[in-house]
Structure formats: structure tokens, C-alpha cells
């Protein structure tokens, strides 16, 4: 069906709804049952009776919030301003332990008499004069001036004054050393008996040079070997095989160092005889 528009007979379209309906039929009378959504059984946690018997034994009355009934304070005793604040003790006035002994006697007081009629038949004036003439000059401190205005200090202390090399025991070697060379002594000779004594009994020989000089070429040989292997290593070491190798080849190279360094060092070195 269509439209006319009165004012200008155009045709106009019927306004159709978004709306749409299923198809009819007759099988939609037909009554259905009402299909129940089914839900997922609720989530119980194996810990439940655990969490339940926690709480009971840690469980107490007023534990947080206190108890319910607090004795109110007396009216007579309320809180005094500074009352909690902490008491310092009381102050008493400064004395040194030895204040007692090193002491000056008291002031006099202005009502105290001297001592009258004591008179000595001492001659000051004569005594300091014998005292002045008997007594030694002091001889004046050496001293030394450090700059140009004249400053001065004493010379004993300036290491100027040689007062060492005065010394009885200088140039001679200080008892210490004297000691420590007689231990040493004495505990190579210990060392060089029982090494003469295990010798004797067959247990231990000494290397001859030539076969120390052998063992040491040889040691130097290895160590040669391993560190043309070391210089042909790739640079990154980007894998565990390579990084093993690496620290295996360094691990060899340093004991060979250690037992080339200890063969050069020992001249006489002794091995036991199996």
C-alpha cells in the first residue's frame, strides 16, 4: 500500500519496525516445562575445619577491644597537671672526689682575730742574699729560629742534635732479632734430623738435580700445551660447554704455576719411597 503525499503526491513508504518476530507456528501452544538453570556446587575448602579449630583456641574474651566493664576512678583522685611527666632527681652541688685533700682552708670571717706577739729573729734580708749567691746559674734551653722574624723552638726536638747515634746500643742488631735467628735455627735443625732419620730408615729420598730439572721442564712443557689451548678459546663464551672449558683450562694452568713456583723455590726437595 502507499501514500500520497497531499502537498506535493509524492509516494511515501509505510514506517516498518526494528522489531522482529519469530515465525508461527502452531507448536509454540504446545506448554513447555521451565528448564532450571544448574549451578555449579559452592566451593568448600580442604582447610575449613583447621581455620575452625584455630579460631576457637585462639580465641579469648576481650582480647582487642578490652573488657566490658572498666572501675571508674575516683572523683578525688583525677589527673594532676605534670603528674606523669618523669621526675628528674633532686640537684645537689658539683664536688671532685679529691676536693676534700687538694682543698684551700676557708676564708677567714671578718670576726676572727689574728694570732698576736709572734716574732722571729730570722734575717730575710741576708738569708735571700747567701741563697742568691750560692745558688748554680740555670743553664739557658738550646734553641734554633725557623724563620726570618726570629721565631723559635727548642733544638732537642728538632732533629738537628744528633742523639741517637750517641746511643750505647747504636749499629747493633736489636735483641729480638738476635732471638727470632736462634728459633729459626733451632727449628731447621730439628727439621734436618728428623729428615736425616727417615732417610736412614729408607722411607724418604731426595731428587737428584737432574731429575728435578726434568720434572720442571716438564711441569713448564704441560703448562705450554695448555696455554696454546687457552689462546685458541672463542672470545664469547656464549654457551655452558664453552664457559666449562674456559674455567677448566684456567683451573689447570694456575696449579701448574703453583707447583712450578714451589720447585723453583725448594732446591732440595724430598719424596717419600713407596
Do not use: C
Amino acid at each position: 500500500m502507499k501514500h500520497v503525499t497531499p502537498a506535493t503526491g509524492a509516494y511515501n513508504h509505510p514506517i516498518m519496525s526494528d522489531t522482529i518476530y519469530p515465525p508461527e507456528s502452531i507448536y509454540n501452544l504446545i506448554p513447555r516445562e521451565e528448564e532450571k538453570a544448574m549451578k555449579a556446587p559452592r566451593y568448600m575448602s580442604k582447610f575449613r575445619e583447621q581455620v575452625k579449630l584455630e579460631k576457637e583456641v585462639n580465641k579469648a574474651p576481650s582480647k582487642t577491644m578490652g573488657p566490658a566493664k572498666v572501675d571508674v576512678p575516683s572523683p578525688q583522685k583525677y589527673l594532676l597537671k605534670h603528674s606523669k611527666e618523669p621526675k628528674l632527681p633532686e640537684k645537689k652541688p658539683f664536688k671532685y672526689e679529691d676536693d676534700e685533700l687538694h682543698s684551700k682552708p676557708p676564708v677567714p670571717a671578718r670576726t676572727d682575730k689574728p694570732l698576736m706577739g709572734l716574732h722571729s729573729n730570722k734575717n730575710f734580708i741576708k738569708t735571700n742574699a747567701v741563697e742568691n749567691i750560692m745558688t748554680v746559674p740555670r743553664k739557658p734551653q738550646p734553641v734554633y729560629a725557623y724563620t726570618k722574624k726570629g721565631d723559635k723552638q727548642l733544638l732537642e726536638n728538632s732533629g738537628l742534635v744528633p742523639k741517637y747515634i750517641k746511643k750505647k746500643d747504636y749499629g747493633q742488631t736489636p735483641e729480638y732479632l738476635l732471638q727470632r735467628r736462634e728459633e729459626v735455627k733451632r727449628a731447621q735443625g730439628e727439621y734436618d734430623n728428623y729428615v736425616k732419620e727417615r732417610m736412614r730408615e729408607g722411607a724418604m729420598k731426595q731428587l737428584s738435580g737432574e731429575e728435578r730439572h726434568n720434572i720442571l721442564q716438564a711441569l713448564k712443557k704441560n703448562w705450554d700445551e695448555l696455554h696454546h689451548q687457552y689462546q685458541g678459546l672463542s672470545v664469547v663464551t656464549d654457551t655452558a660447554p664453552k664457559k666449562y672449558r674456559k674455567e677448566r683450562l684456567e683451573q689447570e694452568m694456575k696449579q701448574l704455576e703453583k707447583d712450578i713456583e714451589l720447585i723453583e723455590r725448594h732446591k732440595t726437595i724430598y719424596i717419600a719411597n713407596n
